[in-house]
């Protein structure tokens, strides 16, 4: 595994260096139609580059414009569930990293925990609990990407937060807030861990974002990160959750969410 060489192949494809990097959760790919004057290179023709055995997840990193900003997206991540190691569930985001992007736009699909919230709702991450057991930075520390001891008090952004807020407003959204906690999945939770969730502070749960978002901190990249509530977290309505739900959810809102992410890179 070897970062550089992902990054000199991308080089040869791309004369620039994107400002923000997008990540896109499931059923949110086609965020990137948005891009302009795009380049697309596929997971598979970057040495080194891990692919993703998600069906639904194609693996393409997308470059273009996109309101004024040279962006790179990610359509199909790596989930730790897949079992290819920590390591490379994080391996695309210390590339966009490497590529030098100064924000993350990381986005996902999760199950509701806060009650009044509803399907189809977009929240904006305020903080996240990791409940996965495993930590990206595990291992000999990179001292020249970060410190040993990441500061995790404002992993989201502020500011941007505060920008995606008023953006909000300005398009008559209406936008939640909240934590995210990662379990690692496959399967959905149980009630009495979405009950725990609750507990414990969280809004949302999910099965990715909290490995890429470490990353990003540990090497001074700035994060903005939005939940999609496809569908309320386990035990929480009398009916049990499937993957088809979250699609035809997400499915449902990707045009209205997309125009919101869209402003708001645009203003941030
Ligand atoms: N739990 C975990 N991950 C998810 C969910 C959920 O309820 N919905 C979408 N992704």
Redesign the pocket.
Known sequence: MDIKQSVEYIKTKINYEPEVGIILG?GLGDFADNINNSIEIDYADIPGFPQSTVVGHSGKLIFGDLEGKKVVAMKGRIHFYEGQGIDKTVYPTKVLCELGIKTLVVT?????VNEEFTPGDIMIINDHINFASTNPLIGPNEDDKGPRFLDMTEAYSKDLRKIAKNVAKEVGLDVKEGVYMW?T?PC??TPSE?KLARILGADS????TVPEVIIARHRGVKVLGFSC??????GILDQP?D?KE?IAVSDRIKDDFAKYVKETIKVM
């Not at 996902?108 to 509701?112: E, I, L």
């Not at 509530?229 to 386990?234: D, E, K, L, Q, V």
């Open positions: 499931s996902n699909a999760a199950g509701g379990f999945g959905y939770e979405v749960v999910g099965m990715s509530i496809t569908n309320m977290a386990s959750l993957h979250v």
